[in-house]
């Protein structure tokens, strides 16, 4: 079993990381990596009503979203897309579970709509216009991988091009100290069944019981470890090498993904 | 599509332990709603609570995964000998072909919220033996049902709100067809939080009596539980007639509202279209619809106005929710298997409580159960975020 994908575009924010060419100059070696807190840009995307409503998490996978569409140079309504997250909007889900913890129990409608493992998925399509099929999982570490098999299945058996959005962010104190994800990382890909003009790489994807890649850097090797939708860094090293090779990526406990890259151009 | 076949399926839930007592509820048209006297919630409401989901106990080895969420997967999964099902898929298959594709809104996040009651008041710290990943988190469900019963293929939970369970559907049929998998456990586990009992309540939406889907005194929903569970796998050459199939799912987005459908049910069509499309089928080929049929005022109009204009006015459809309540991220599941019940028991099952239909709603709502051969039926599935999905089942022959 094999499934290919032609990557046509790329986002990503991180600590750091600013956009994909940065994460480029990075992970080539051409900037040098210290993490310094994520910054996540205001959304331009959606109506002003609606931009106050969003938490950390929608703004960044907005941000990363946007970047890949752009870059692919693929208008969003055309695609489908998956959206995959580890634990959704933290800071909502604790405003959330205060409230209920006190007497009188009154909880913000809006924080209860946004509460939905779906709502960066509801304001992309409110934003861009995007009616096609959109699937959002949870896989806990494994979100990452999970939600690269669900685009690559889509792109593969369907003949869709899909937008791939996997974006964490953490949780504040007391959630943090039993789930310690420290900021937010966010990386979106344009996959598309043929190869286009724009085309980045072809990708060959398949399950295999080796160990994941690990960084050699070691600030980037953390945040691997640190954040799940980091856990794509191997595969975009190898995307940003420019040359054909291989990258294992954590998926399972009992499961990895090898991801063949072969350059485009 | 290729259609795949449910070889193995179950459910729990308000109406009942597995197939047998889900199929007399509806045969008796009974409904499982009764007020509302959950934990500590103090708001007047009716639910559909599943009894003895406590007193269940998942497996000691597995004791970091206890909370209600997994109790009521557990519970499910006894029954029908489903579980023993799956392990035959497993030996058939080997542990790595078998993929755990679940849906859920909340899954076990009542324990972070009676955590929360219990934080040290000293440093505002969460319990010691608080387990985030095993019960809070979304995939905490799907990771109990692998490692409960040793599945290593792909595993995700889909969580895109009400319409989560359905959309499982959709990403095992894909893997059975990318030939990733050989067989998939899917289905949608979703167990009544104070989150939704007290966010459905802060929208209005949720009704103080039992909810009346499509009636026309109708004013929100009430909330439920339940788990379903069905086994895919490709259609075995020496299927019967009886076998029931997933013929088509089709998805769609609203690009409209966080909490409101299109009043058009504009991507409510795009999806049943959609799947009709994916099934190689036309409307006419649909014997019943169950419908997503929440029962809040917007949803139901918005909803047959998206029937109607696919279907015209003559297809049968009825809401389940008014037996069962809306298991919101369960409810594409337990649905699926009542639709697999009306396939293989020739029941359209009429939507409760039968009172008056709402005249200004065009689509041919049921009230009472018609016994008739059913070959095809379609089931929606709606969500926040604007989420939509629709799933054709049919019979073999």
Redesign the interface.
Known sequence: ?R?SAYLNGIGVLGPNLASWPDTVAVLTGRRAYVPTPTVLPASTLLPPAERRRIGRVVKLALAVAAEATTHADTAPAQLASVF?S???DGHN?HE???A??LPN?????TR????????A???W??A?????????????D??FA?GL??A???V???GESVLLVAYDTEYP???R???PVPDAFGVALVLSPSQQPNSLVRLDAM?CHTLPDTLANPALEALRLAIPAARSLPFLLQVASRESGAAVIDY?D??RLALDVAPCV | MKPVQLTSFTATSCIGLGLGSTLESLLAQSSGLEPCTFETVDITTHIGEVRGVDAVRVPHELSRFECRNNRLAELALRQDGFLESVQAARARWGAGRVGVFMGTSTAGILQTELAYRQRDPANGALPEAFEYASTHNSFSVADYLRRRLNLEGPAAVVSCACASSAKVFGSARRMLEAGVIDAALVGGVDSLCLTTLYGFHSLQLSSPSPCRPFDVSRNGISIGEAAAFALLERPSADADGDAILLLGVGESSDAYHMSAPHPKGEGASHAMQAALTAAGLTPADIDYINLHGTATPSNDRAESHAVTSVFGRATPASSTKGATGHTLGAAGALEAVICALALREGLMPGGLPSTQVDPTLTAHYLRENRRAPVARVLSNSFGFGGTNCSLIFGRAG
Not at chain 1, 105 to 109: A, D, F
Not at chain 1, 112 to 119: I, M, R
């Open positions: 079993m499934l995959s580890s634990g959704g889900c959330l579970c205060e209920l913890a129990r009154e909880v913000s409608p209860f709509s946004n509460s939905v493992h779906n709502a998925a509801g304001y399509s409110i861009t216009g995007a009616k096609r099929e959109s699937n959002v999982l949870c896989a806990f494994a979100s999970a098999l669900e690559m299945t889509q593969v058996v369907d104190e007391p959630i100290s039993k789930r399950l399972l009992v499961a």
